[in-house]
């Protein structure tokens, strides 16, 4: 995997994928970051994401996080839409 020195990764999964028109990007790290810290950087950077990102689910390293989450030393944040399906 790539690094952007101290960069978070953002991964994009589905029609989340679709909407950015990327299947990852790279955000870079502020002090204090949040969650909500990246998607606003998101929604700011493409416009698009900005629906599935008010109803995806997000993971940092893996583990499901609220917004206010801190992002800490994570190193990847997934956007991951809702499935339909069984």
């Known amino acids: 995997?790539?690094?952007?020195?101290?960069?978070?990764?953002?991964?994009?999964?589905?029609?989340?994928?679709a909407a950015a028109g990327t299947a990852q990007m790279?955000?870079?790290?502020?002090?204090?970051?949040?969650?909500?810290?990246?998607?606003?950087?998101?929604?700011?950077?493409?416009?698009?994401?900005?629906?599935?990102?008010?109803?995806c689910a997000l993971l940092l390293d893996g583990r499901a996080v609220r917004r206010e989450e801190p992002v800490g030393a994570a190193q990847v944040l997934e956007v991951l839409p809702p499935f339909a399906g069984g």
Do not use: C, I, K, N
């Not at 990246?38 to 599935?52: A, D, G």
């Open 1 to 17: 995997m790539g690094s952007q020195g101290d960069a978070l990764l953002v991964r994009f999964w589905a029609g989340a994928r």
């Open 26 to 55: 790279y955000v870079p790290r502020t002090d204090a970051m949040t969650v909500a810290d990246v998607v606003t950087h998101l929604e700011s950077t493409r416009e698009e994401l900005v629906p599935v990102l008010q109803v």
